[in-house]
């Protein structure tokens, strides 16, 4: 029978309690979002949905084609602009998806005989970047500039980029961005950097982790993106040198083939982006709550990861008993995330917790008190 191995996999995946379902959430959900990566709660944001539906109205509901062909409107080119202005990169480049910016910022910056050093930790987006990439990939211990160093040493001279997430979403711990351009720089290596949990969070305002640590401008750093976590909308951006985009333009394929950025998460975007602007200390606010969930999850006895973002990491007994600890708290209402294996490289089950800017003290309390009565 046609397809007869996806049976296969479908019973063993039962078998091993590792079935993904999809689970529509109501307009009005009444459970307290600890789940979502919406950090500075903008996602609803009177302003934010009014420039989702403004740029609807002006622009159409699509982008209508690819951004070589009709899928670039006015409006793209305004959020490029301010975002790289924003972050402090010279140019920006906006795709459909964080994920899209991801495999075309590392398939067109690793061509064939380069050299990929990747982070164990990395995103998939990442990984599944360096297997399409026609450079070779060296993966190497999770935040250890040494071993970046060793690996770039092996590379005989060839071009050579190092990939790593700016914070890693599992645990939400932050790369040791500013010693990984230094071994970088030893050996004329580029450094691309996946700000996806950083932008909005970290740095003045919210400017990211390329700002937090001097690298923002850098002629040999580039930065990726998400436009859907702090900036509630939907999409993606490569930031850096404006030669670096030009060559994305002209050669990668997820730019050049797929459809435009829809004019309503774009509109969105820059709405976002511009509200944070105005109000910076939501940055800060995000990073105060995390280190207050953080603070009060280990005084009630559970190990939590200590948060350099806004993802709080609390640490689980078993697979099982990580699914059925955030299906407890869902039915006491609170929506939490549950990472397992597969999708977490160290084989350790969590919750994965959002301390969100919007959330006030009451809604902590509420959050911990359910964490601790569910726990297993």
């Known amino acids: 029978m046609a397809f007869g191995w996806i049976d296969e996999q479908a019973d063993a995946r039962r078998r091993a309690g590792l079935v993904r379902t999809l689970r529509p959430r109501s307009a009005d959900s009444p459970l307290l979002d600890l789940a979502s990566n919406d950090y500075l709660g903008l996602a609803r944001h009177p302003e934010v949905t009014e420039g989702a539906a403004e740029a609807a109205r002006r622009w159409g509901g699509g982008s209508t084609g690819s951004r070589l062909v009709t899928g670039t409107t006015e409006l793209h080119g305004e959020l490029e602009r301010e975002l790289a202005a924003f972050c402090g990169f010279e140019s920006a480049l906006v795709f459909s998806s ?22 164990a930790g990395n995103h998939a987006s990442l990984i599944d970047g360096c297997r399409l990439a026609r450079g070779t990939t060296q993966v190497v211990g999770h935040a250890d500039p040494e071993a970046v160093r060793k690996a770039l040493d092996t590379g005989g001279g060839q ?4 990939v790593s997430d700016t914070v890693f979403s599992v645990d939400g711990d932050a790369a040791p961005l500013a010693e990984l351009a230094a071994v970088c720089r030893e050996s004329g290596a580029g450094l691309l ?21 001097g690298l923002a401008g850098a002629e040999d750093v580039v930065v990726t993106v998400t436009l859907s976590k702090s900036l509630g909308s939907q999409g993606g951006a490569v930031l850096g040198p404006a030669r670096v985009i030009d060559h994305l333009v002209n050669s990668a394929r997820t730019f050049i083939f797929d459809t435009g950025l829809a004019p309503a998460a774009a509109g969105a975007a820059l709405a ?13 606010r995000a990073r105060e709550v995390a280190t207050e969930l ?8 559970l190990e939590a990861v200590r948060p350099d973002a806004a993802v709080v990491s609390v640490r689980a007994p078993s697979p099982e008993q990580a699914v059925r600890w955030a299906a407890d708290c869902r039915a006491a209402g609170l929506a939490v995330g549950c990472f397992r294996p597969p999708s977490v490289p160290d084989g350790i089950s969590r919750l994965r917790l959002t ?22």
Not at 99 to 119: F, K, M, Q, W
Not at 159 to 162: C, K, Q, R, T
Not at 355 to 376: F, S
């Open 98 to 119: 964080g994920y899209a910016a991801n495999l075309a910022a590392v398939t067109a910056l690793a061509p064939h005989g380069s050299l990929i050093v990747s982070d």
């Open 294 to 301: 953080h603070a009060r999850l280990t005084a009630s006895g």
């Open 159 to 162: 071009p050579a980029v190092v």
């Open 355 to 376: 301390a969100r800017a919007d959330l006030t003290d009451g809604q902590l309390d509420r959050a911990v008190r359910v964490i601790g009565e569910t726990r297993p």
């Open 193 to 213: 950097a996946d700000d996806a949990h950083g932008l909005g969070v970290l740095g003045d305002g919210g400017r990211g982790a390329g700002d937090a640590e």
């Open 272 to 284: 976002a982006l511009r509200l944070l602007r105005r109000e910076p200390e939501r940055a800060a």
